[in-house]
C-alpha cells in the first residue's frame, strides 16, 4: 500500500493556497476603496445599492451553499453510494424554479432587507423576532461548524496546524466582508466559485488519467454498481433515491433559497425583478457544475481506489477524509494541485462564512436596532452595521473554537443544526404568502410543532443511527491492500486533535428507531408539513384571518393586481424618466396651437423618439 501514501504538502502547495485567501481579501478591500462614503447607506452595505448584475449574483448564490462540508463531503457520498447523488441536481432545480416564481417576487416588490420584516408585515413583531433570534443562533452555529470542519479534516490530511487554518480563514472572511459590505461578498464569491470549479477539473482529468481514461472509470464504477440512476426505490429509509433527492433535495434547497435570509439578500441586490430571476438560474447552472463535478471526481475516486478501499482497509477514519486522502495520492509529485485543492475547500467555506456574517448583520440591524435607531445618520448605520460585521465574525470563530469540544462529528453537526431551523421556517413563510385564512395563533402553533418535529428527529436520529445496510450504502473491496497500518492524520496525538470518526450500528427494525432511520433529507419536508397543517387547522378553529385585513403585496395570489414595491435609487430614477418623457408632450401641446396637424405630428414623433431611444 506505500504507492498510495500521501506524500504531504509543499512550499507551492503553501502558495497556491496563500494566494487565494490573497485575492478574496484584495477583492474586499477594493470594494471598500471604491465606495463612495458621502453617498453610501446602510442598505448599500446589506444590498449592493440592489443593482448588482444577475451573472455575479447568480454564481454567489451558487456558493453560498457550497461549503468545505459539501467540497469533501458529495465525492464521499458519490463514492459510497453511487451516481444516483446527481439527482440532487432535479431537487436544486426545482427549488430554483419554485423560488424564483413564487418567493421572489414577494420579497423582491416589498423592497425589504431582511425576509423577517415580512414576518412581521403579516405575523406581526413577535413572529419577526422570534424568526430573527431562530436564524441569527441556528446560523452562528452553523457558520462556526463550517469554518472548524475544514480547518480540522485538512488538518488530518495535511497536517496544516488547525488553529492556524481556523484563524487565517476566520479573520481575512470577517475582513473582507465588514470592509466590503455585500458588494465585496458577491464578487468575492465569484472568484471563489471559480477556484472550487478548477479544484474540481484538475482532480478529475488527473484521475481519469490514472485509472486509464473515461471508458476504464465507467467500466469499473458499472461493475462496481456505481452507475444506478435507476434507483425508484420508495423506501424512506433509504439515504439516496430519485424521491429523496429529488422530493426530499427540493424541499431542503427550497428552505435555503426560498425564505434563507442569506440568500434573499443576495437575489433583491440585483437591478429588477427580472435580474433577480436571471440568477437563480445562472445559481442554478453552477449548482449542477460543482454537484455534477464533486460526483464525478467520487465516481473517479471509486475507481481508482477499487481494489483497496482507504476508509474499508482503515487507512482513513471517516468518510469525508476520502477526498484530501485521493487528492495528497494522486497529486504526490505534482507540487501545487494538493494546495488548488486546500483552496478550493476553503473557498467554499470563505464564501459560506461571508454570507452569513453579512446575514446576521442584516437581520440584525433592521430587525432589532434599526427601529430604535430612527434619528442615527447613514454614516453612524453604516459604521454600526461594519461593526455587527466584525463581531459576529469573531463570534463565528470563537464558536469554530469551541467545536473541538464535540463529541460527535461536526458534519452531522452542521446538517443537524441547519435541518432544525430551515423547515420550520420555510413552513411559516408558505403560510403567510400562500394561506390567506392563516392567523397569528396558527403561525405560531404551526411554528412550535414544525420546530419540535424537526428538532425530535434530528436528536433521535443523531442517537440511534441507521444501519449502512440500512442507508444503502455500496460494497467495497480490500482484496488489494498490502499490509499497512497508515492513517490519514499526521497528528501526533489523537488527543491533541479530535478526529471524526464513523460509529457503525448493528441494523435496527421497527417501531420508532424505523422512524429515526429516515432519510436526513425528508427531515425539513417533514417539519414544513408539520407547520402547515397546524397552521391552517389552528387559524380556523381560533377564526381565520379576512383576506382584506392582509395588507397589499403580502400574498403571492395578489401580485398581480397590485405591483407594491419599495425602489431603490436605480428604480426611482427609472420612474422619474417615465414621468418625465410622459409629461413633455402633454405640456408641449398645451402651449402651441392644437389645430395645427403638423405641429401635433411633430410633438408625437419626439415622444416616441424618447421613448424608444431610453
Known amino acids: 500500500m506505500d504507492e498510495h501514501q500521501p506524500a504531504g504538502f509543499f512550499l507551492a502547495d503553501y502558495a497556491v493556497f496563500s494566494a487565494m485567501l490573497l485575492v478574496s481579501m484584495g477583492i474586499g478591500l477594493f470594494q471598500a476603496l471604491k465606495k463612495r462614503p458621502g453617498k453610501a447607506t446602510a442598505d448599500d452595505f446589506f444590498t449592493g445599492g440592489r443593482s448588482m448584475p444577475a451573472v455575479p449574483v447568480g454564481l454567489s448564490l451558487c456558493a453560498s451553499f457550497m461549503s468545505a462540508v459539501q467540497v469533501l463531503g458529495v465525492p464521499s457520498e458519490a463514492s459510497r453510494y453511487g451516481s444516483k447523488f446527481l439527482y440532487m441536481c432535479l431537487g436544486q432545480s426545482i427549488s430554483s424554479l419554485l423560488t424564483a416564481y413564487l418567493f421572489l417576487p414577494v420579497f423582491f416588490r416589498l423592497g425589504i432587507t431582511s425576509t423577517n420584516q415580512y414576518l412581521k408585515l403579516r405575523f406581526g413583531r413577535g413572529m ?4 430573527s433570534i431562530q436564524f441569527l443562533v441556528a446560523t452562528l452555529l452553523y457558520t462556526g461548524i463550517v469554518i472548524y470542519a475544514p480547518a480540522l479534516i485538512l488538518n488530518q490530511a495535511t497536517g496544516l496546524n488547525m488553529w492556524v487554518s481556523l484563524f487565517s480563514t476566520g479573520i481575512i472572511c470577517t475582513l473582507y466582508t465588514t470592509l466590503g459590505g455585500m458588494k465585496a461578498v ?47 426505490s420508495v423506501d424512506p429509509r433509504q439515504r439516496y433515491s430519485f424521491w429523496s433527492l429529488s422530493v426530499g433535495g427540493a424541499s431542503v434547497w427550497l428552505s ?68 484530501p486522502y ?50 442615527v445618520t447613514q454614516k453612524k448605520l453604516i459604521l454600526i452595521s461594519k461593526g455587527l460585521s466584525f463581531l459576529y465574525g469573531v463570534s463565528c470563530i470563537t464558536v469554530a473554537a469551541l467545536s473541538s469540544l464535540l463529541d460527535w462529528g461536526v458534519l452531522q453537526a452542521s446538517f443537524t443544526v441547519m435541518g432544525v431551523v430551515s423547515g420550520p421556517i420555510l413552513g411559516v413563510f408558505i403560510l403567510g404568502m400562500f394561506v390567506p385564512a392563516t392567523n397569528r395563533r396558527g403561525a405560531f402553533s404551526g411554528f412550535l410543532v414544525g420546530f419540535c418535529v424537526s428538532l425530535w428527529l434530528a436528536v ?33 496525538s489523537s488527543q491533541e486533535h479530535p478526529s471524526i470518526s464513523t460509529v457503525h450500528y448493528p441494523d435496527r427494525q421497527g417501531g420508532l428507531l424505523d422512524f429515526y432511520s429516515l432519510s436526513y433529507l425528508y427531515f425539513g ?18 377564526g ?67 421613448i424608444t431611444s431610453r
Open 256 to 323: 435555503m433559497y426560498g425564505v434563507n435570509q442569506a440568500q434573499v439578500q443576495r437575489y433583491i441586490s440585483c437591478r429588477t425583478e427580472k435580474d433577480a430571476q436571471w440568477a437563480l438560474f445562472v445559481n442554478q447552472v453552477g449548482l449542477c457544475l460543482i454537484v455534477s463535478s464533486a460526483a464525478t471526481c467520487g465516481i473517479v475516486m471509486f475507481a481508482y481506489y477499487i481494489s483497496c478501499d482507504p476508509l474499508k482497509s482503515g487507512i482513513i477514519s471517516a468518510p469525508d477524509l476520502y477526498m
Open 326 to 375: 485521493f487528492v495528497l495520492d494522486i497529486f504526490r509529485n505534482y507540487p501545487g494541485f494538493p494546495g488548488l485543492f486546500l483552496a478550493c475547500a476553503y473557498s467554499g467555506t470563505l464564501s459560506t462564512a461571508s454570507t452569513s456574517i453579512n446575514a446576521m448583520a442584516a437581520v440584525t440591524m433592521e430587525d432589532l436596532l434599526k427601529p430604535r435607531l430612527r434619528l
Open 186 to 232: 458577491i464578487w468575492t464569491d465569484v472568484f471563489q466559485i471559480l477556484v472550487m470549479l478548477a479544484g474540481f477539473v484538475a482532480i478529475f482529468i488527473h484521475g481519469t488519467v490514472l485509472v486509464g481514461g473515461p471508458a476504464m472509470v465507467l467500466e469499473i464504477a458499472q461493475n462496481g454498481s456505481r452507475i444506478n440512476f435507476y434507483d425508484f
Open 460 to 492: 433521535g436520529s443523531t442517537l440511534y443511527p441507521p444501519s449502512e445496510e440500512t442507508m444503502g450504502v455500496l460494497p467495497s473491496y480490500t482484496s488489494g491492500c498490502g499490509p499497512s497500518n497508515v492513517t490519514l492524520n499526521n497528528s501526533s
Open 128 to 131: 419577526q423576532l422570534l424568526g
Open 525 to 542: 419536508a417533514m417539519a414544513t408539513s408539520s407547520v402547515v397543517l397546524v397552521g391552517v387547522i389552528v387559524s380556523y378553529a381560533t
Open 544 to 610: 381565520p384571518t379576512q383576506r382584506i385585513h392582509i395588507k397589499d403585496g403580502l400574498l403571492w395570489w395578489d401580485l398581480n393586481k397590485t405591483q407594491i414595491e419599495v425602489p431603490s435609487e436605480h428604480r426611482v430614477s427609472s420612474l422619474l424618466y417615465l414621468n418625465f418623457v410622459t409629461l413633455v408632450p402633454v405640456v408641449l401641446l398645451k402651449q402651441i396651437d392644437l389645430q395645427n396637424v403638423e405641429t401635433q405630428e411633430i410633438v408625437l414623433l419626439m415622444y416616441l423618439f424618447l
